[in-house]
C-alpha cells in the first residue's frame, strides 16, 4: 500500500484534476471540484507465466445458465432470466415502484432454497417489512442488512454465502477510502466498482438501485450505466396504475424490450392484456391508434392530441411520451406539406398510459391526431395508423410491417393506414382493409 494524494473530482462528470479549478474543463460546471484523498496505489508486479487463449469455437456454454425471476414479464426483459455474475442498475423516479418490485423478485426467485441479502441504505429493516406485509412477501429467504459503509458491506458478504445481493440503493453506499459523500460521482463509481467485481468473482448477480435524477440520469452522470451490464428503466405515470420496465441496455440479451405491469395493493403484477393501452379510449377527435415494437413485441397504444386557440402571442408546444422537438418538426411539416398550419393554436400531445416512445413509426398517427383535433372530426375507431413522416411530407417505411398489421387484426381493428413501400409484406388481404398512403394530404384527405 501506497501514501495518500490529493486529488480533486468534478462531482457533476467525474473528471480528475492534480489541483483545483474554477470551472470544469469537461462539462463547464462551476464550482464542482471536491478535494478527495485516493490511495497512490504501487505498482504491481506479475509473476511469469505462460499465457493461454480459447478458441471462440471450443468455448462451451453448458454452464452458462439463467436464473429465472419467477416473474414472467421480468424474465423477458432480462433475456430469458438472470445470468450469474452479471451487474443489473434498476433506475426510475422515487416512488415508482422499484424497491417493490426486488422485493417481489426475492421472493419469487427460482433457486432452491435461495438466500438473498437486501442491503437497506435507504429504509430501516422495519419500514421494509412494513412494505412486505402489505404486499404480501414473507421473506424466508430475504436477509436485512442496514449499513451504508461498503467496507463493512463487503466484509458480511466475505464471511457469508449469498445467492443474490440487492443493493437499495446505490447512492447511499460511501467508501471510507474517499473524502467526498455518499451521492457524488466518485463514491458512486468507487462503490459500483468494487461491487462489479465482488460479484463478478463469486458469479453472484448484483441488483443496484438508482433514481433517475432531473436531467434524466440514474444514480447522476451516465457515466454509471457504462460499468454495469444491464440498465433497466422502471416508467409510468407515479399517480397511474401502470408500469413499464424498459431495458436500454443488456449484454446478454435483447435491448428495447419492455414488461408492463399494474401497479396494486398487492405489489406488481405482471399484465399480458394485448390492449393494456387501449383501455379508456373513447372516440373523439384527437384521438388516433398506432402500433409500436418494443423488442420483439408489438403493442398498440392511443396517440391523443388537442390543439386550442392561443391566447399568448407565443403559442404553446406540451409533450407527454413523445419528443418535443420531433413533435415541433411534425407540427412544422403538416403546415407546409399538408396546409394545415397550428401557428395560432396551442398544441398537447400525449402518449396514453404513461408509455415513452421515441420510434418514428407513430410520426403519422400524430399528425392524423393533429389534424383531428384541429378540424374536430374524430377519426374511425377501428382505425390504425403508423409510417415515418419525412421532411417532404412523404410517408416512409417502417420495420415489423407484418407483426403490426396481425396485432391490428388479433384486437379487432379493420383498416390500417400504412406506407405505401411494403416491401416484404405477406399477408391475405381479407383479413384487413389496407389503405397505403404516400403522402400525409393523402392520409389527411382519406381519414378525415
Not at 489541483?19 to 471536491?34: A, F, M, P, T, Y
Not at 390543439?307 to 409533450?319: Q, V
Request: glycine share 8%; charged share 25%.
Amino acid at each position: 500500500m501506497g501514501k495518500e494524494k490529493i486529488k480533486f473530482i468534478c462531482e457533476a462528470c467525474g473528471a480528475e484534476y492534480p489541483r483545483w479549478q474554477g470551472k470544469c474543463d469537461i462539462c463547464e460546471s462551476w464550482n464542482s471540484l471536491v478535494e478527495t484523498k485516493v490511495e497512490n496505489i504501487q505498482k504491481q508486479t506479475y509473476p511469469k507465466e505462460e499465457l493461454k487463449t480459447d478458441s471462440l469455437f471450443n468455448i462451451s456454454l453448458k454452464e452458462f445458465k439463467r436464473v429465472s425471476t419467477g416473474i414472467e414479464e421480468f424474465d423477458e426483459v432480462l433475456g430469458g432470466g438472470i445470468v450469474p455474475g452479471s451487474i443489473i442498475l434498476l433506475g426510475g423516479e422515487p416512488g415508482i415502484g422499484k424497491s417493490t418490485l426486488l422485493l417481489q423478485l426475492g421472493e419469487n426467485l427460482k433457486i432452491n432454497e435461495p438466500k438473498i441479502l437486501y442491503i437497506a441504505g435507504e429504509e430501516s429493516i422495519y419500514q421494509i417489512k412494513l412494505r412486505a406485509q402489505r404486499i404480501g412477501v414473507f421473506g424466508k429467504s430475504l436477509f436485512l442488512f442496514s449499513e451504508t459503509n461498503l467496507e463493512k458491506i463487503l466484509n458480511l458478504l466475505n464471511k457469508n454465502k449469498f445467492d443474490l445481493i440487492i443493493v437499495d440503493s446505490i447512492q447511499t453506499l460511501f467508501h471510507p477510502d474517499l473524502s467526498s459523500g455518499p451521492g457524488s460521482i466518485a463514491q458512486i463509481k468507487l462503490v459500483t466498482e468494487k461491487l462489479i467485481q465482488f460479484g463478478k468473482t463469486k458469479k453472484i448477480p448484483v441488483f443496484l438501485i438508482g433514481h433517475v435524477t432531473k436531467e434524466g440520469g440514474i444514480a447522476g452522470p451516465k457515466a454509471l450505466e457504462h460499468l454495469v451490464d444491464v440498465v433497466l428503466y422502471l416508467e409510468g405515470e407515479r399517480f397511474g396504475d401502470l408500469r413499464v420496465l424498459r431495458s436500454v441496455k443488456n449484454r446478454f440479451g435483447k435491448t428495447a424490450e419492455i414488461g408492463v405491469f399494474r401497479m396494486t395493493e398487492k405489489g406488481l403484477i405482471p399484465s399480458k392484456e394485448k390492449d393494456i393501452f387501449l383501455k379508456n379510449k373513447i372516440e373523439a377527435p384527437g384521438s388516433v391508434v398506432s402500433c409500436i415494437v418494443e423488442g420483439t413485441r408489438p403493442f398498440l397504444i392511443e396517440i391523443q392530441a388537442l390543439s386550442s386557440k392561443t391566447i399568448f402571442g407565443y403559442p404553446k408546444r406540451t409533450s407527454t411520451g413523445f419528443d418535443l422537438n420531433r413533435l415541433n418538426l411534425l407540427i412544422a411539416v403538416l403546415k407546409k406539406r399538408g396546409k394545415i398550419d397550428l401557428f395560432d393554436q396551442d398544441v398537447y400531445l400525449n402518449i396514453a398510459g404513461g408509455l415513452k416512445v421515441i420510434e418514428p413509426a407513430i410520426d403519422l398517427a400524430i399528425i392524423l391526431a393533429l389534424a383531428s383535433s384541429f378540424k374536430n372530426k374524430a377519426i374511425d375507431k377501428d382505425l390504425v395508423s403508423f409510417g415515418e413522416v419525412g421532411l417532404l411530407g412523404e410517408v416512409r417505411n417502417v420495420s415489423n410491417l407484418e407483426k403490426r398489421i396481425k396485432e391490428a387484426i388479433k384486437l379487432g381493428f379493420k383498416t390500417v393506414v400504412m406506407p405505401y413501400q411494403n416491401y416484404g409484406l405477406k399477408l391475405k388481404n381479407n383479413q384487413i382493409k389496407l389503405i397505403k398512403v404516400k403522402t400525409i394530404k393523402e392520409a389527411i384527405k382519406i381519414c378525415l
